[in-house]
C-alpha cells in the first residue's frame, strides 16, 4: 500500500508552526497502514488526477481489485462506464470552480466490482491539500445488505397485505357459500314441487315430454350446484386434520371438479386414472389441497400456449401410490427450480408463493414427497405426489373420528 497521501510530518512553509503542535506525535506509516486495513469500509486515496495513492483491504475484498492493481491507477476502473467518463472531468470542473458536488456531503451512488457487477455504496468525500497538490479521500460503505434487507422486509409486508386481503375473501367467501346453499336449496325444492305436481297430471297432462325434461335438468344442476358449496364450504373451513383409509381416485375427482370451475374454454384435462389402486391414510382435505394446488398451477401454466392440455394420472409406486400432474406449457426456468418450493417465492403477480410450499410440507407429513420433473425444452412441467401405503398399525382401522368405516370407498363431503 502507498502511504504518500498525506505528508505529515511537513512544517507549513512559515516555520510558524506552535508549540503545541510541534510536540504531537507524527503518526508513522505502518500504524496508518494498520488503521486503513483494519477498516470495515472501504477507503480509497487519490490525487487531483484521479490516481489511487492508496487503497484498503476493505476495498480489495468490496472490488475485487489488489492494492497493487489499483495504486497509480484511475479510480473510474471501480465506476460504472456511465460514471467513469464523467470523473475526471467533474475533477477538473472542481479544480477550477470550487464548486462542491460531493465532497463534504456524501450519497449513495453505484460502484462496480471486477465482474462488471454494479455496487450500491455510500460515498463519503474529504479533501487535503499537501504540498505534492490537493487529495480526495472517499469512505465507501457496501449497501447491497442493507438493501437487501429493505428489500426483504417490504416484501414481507406487502405478502402480509396480501395474505390479509386472502383472510378476508376466505371469511367472505365461506359466508357467501353459506348465503348460496339456502336458495339453492329452496330452489332445488320448488323444482322438485313443480315436477311432482306434473307428474300427477299423468300421460293426459297439457306439459310437453321436453319440459318435464328440462326440470329434470334443472333439477340436477341445482343438486350439484348446491353439492359444489358443500364441498368449497368443507375444504376451506377451519378443522383438526383427520386421517382415514380412502381411495385416491374418487379424492381426485372431488378436487378437480372444485378446481375447473372457471377453467378457460379451450382447456383440456385429462384423466388417466389406475385401477384397483391401494387405499391410503390420508386427510382427504389436505390431499385436496395439494391437488387443487397442482392443477391450478398447470392450468396457469399452459395460458397462452397452442395446445392447452393438463395430464392428470395414478398409478402405483414402489411402494406407494403416486399421482402426477402433467402441463403442456414451457416448463420451468432452471434458475426458478431452486426457490420452487420456498414460500412466498412466486412469480406470479396474483400469488402468495405459499401453495407449492405447503403442498410439499403435506405430502412429508404424509410420509411422501411432492417431486417435480422441470421440463422444457417442448416438455412441460411434471409434479409427483407420492403416498405410502398404510403400516401394518394402520392397515385394520375400521373406523375414523367422522364415523366412516375405513374400507368404504370414498364418496365425496
Sequence with gaps: MSMKPFERGDA??????????????AISDAQLASVLDTAADGIIIID??????TYNKACERLFGYTAVEMLGRNVNAIMPNEHSRAHDRYLKNYLGTGHRKIIGIGREVTAQHRDGTAIPIHLSVGEAVTSAGRQFI???????????????????????????????????GAALAHELNQPLTALMLYLQAVERACAKHGSGASIPTSVM?????????????????????QFIEKRDPVRRLVDINPLIEDALELTILGSPPGTRIVRALGADLPQVMVDPVQIQQVVVNLVRNALEAIKGCDVQTVRLSTAWAADGVRMSVLDSGPGIRPEGIAELFKAFSSSKSRGLGLGLAISKSIAQTHGGDLLVDAGGGGRGACFTLLLPLPDATTAGTTTTKDGHNGPERHRGW
Excluded: C, F, Y
Design 12 to 25: 507549513p512553509p512559515d516555520g510558524s508552526a506552535s508549540t503545541s503542535q510541534r510536540s504531537v506525535p
Design 48 to 53: 487531483e488526477h484521479g490516481i489511487v495513492l
Design 138 to 172: 472517499g469512505i465507501m460503505r457496501d449497501l447491497r445488505a442493507r438493501n437487501e434487507s429493505e428489500q426483504r422486509l417490504a416484501q414481507l409486508q406487502a405478502d402480509l397485505v396480501r395474505m390479509a386481503r386472502v383472510s378476508a375473501v376466505d371469511e367472505m
Design 213 to 233: 325434461a328440462i326440470l329434470e335438468k334443472a333439477v340436477h344442476e341445482a343438486e350439484r350446484a348446491g353439492s359444489i358449496i358443500q364441498r368449497m364450504r
